[in-house]
Each structure stands twice: as C-alpha cells, then as structure tokens.
C-alpha cells in the first residue's frame, strides 16, 4: 500500500496550489481518501475527505470555500486545489487513505498514510 504526495511548495499570500497523491490501484478503491496538515506546534488535522463515490466530501471549515478535493479514478489520484491561501495554510500536507470516509474525518486519522509534503504561505 503506498500513498505518494506531491504539488508542495512555496506561494504567496492569495495564490494557488495544487497537491496531488497517487495510490496503487489495490488502495485506491474502494477506499476514502483524504488530506491532513500539520503545521510546526500543531496537531494534525484533516483538511477534506472525500469518499470512494466521489459524492460525500468533508471539509475543515478553515478551509471551506477554498479548497477543493477530487479524485481521478482512472488514474488512482486524488488532488487537493488550493486557493486563495493564507499564511496560516503553511503546514506539511500528508495523504491518507481510509474505508471510511466519515471516520477519516471525525476520527482525524487514516489507515493509510504517504510522506508529506511541504507547503509554505509568504505573507
């Protein structure tokens, strides 16, 4: 099982990024897949969820109307869009994988998880 992170990097206050996670077939259905972030000091906590349907999704309210999570079955993807970021986004972002997709989110953990990537907000 391997989850693989990549789209990090550094942006400016207002500006995009998008992060992608690529999972071998055998985790990508019919699991959920999500999106956590741990910034320096802090616990980690989930960002969006999104579930194997692609119909139920579950978003951090810090990050609702920004973000956007969406899955490429075809290509065992799923990516986080990020706009409008703010310096307080700055945390390393990690991709999980999970049966559930309510767990995921309420229970802010998965079963699955790939190496993090950085992301950095400048003000």
């Known amino acids: 099982v391997q989850l693989q992170a990549s789209g990090g990097g550094l942006v400016q206050d207002g500006g995009s990024l998008k992060l992608s996670c690529a999972a071998s077939?055998?985790?990508?259905?019919?699991?959920?897949m999500g999106w956590f972030r741990q910034a320096p000091g802090k616990e980690r906590e989930p960002v969006a969820v999104?579930?194997?349907?692609?119909?139920?999704?579950y978003y951090a309210d810090s990050v609702k109307g920004r973000f956007t999570i969406s899955r490429d079955s075809p290509k065992n993807t799923v990516h986080l869009q990020m706009n409008s970021l703010k310096p307080e986004d700055t945390a390393i972002y990690y991709c999980?994988?999970?049966?559930?997709?309510?767990?995921?989110?309420?229970?802010?953990?998965?079963?699955?998880w790939g190496r993090g990537t950085q992301v950095t907000v400048s003000s």
């Open positions: 999980a994988a999970a049966l559930s997709a309510q767990q995921m989110f309420h229970q802010r953990n998965g079963d699955y």
């Open positions: 077939a055998r985790t990508f259905s019919p699991y959920a």
């Open positions: 999104i579930g194997w349907s692609h119909t139920v999704t």
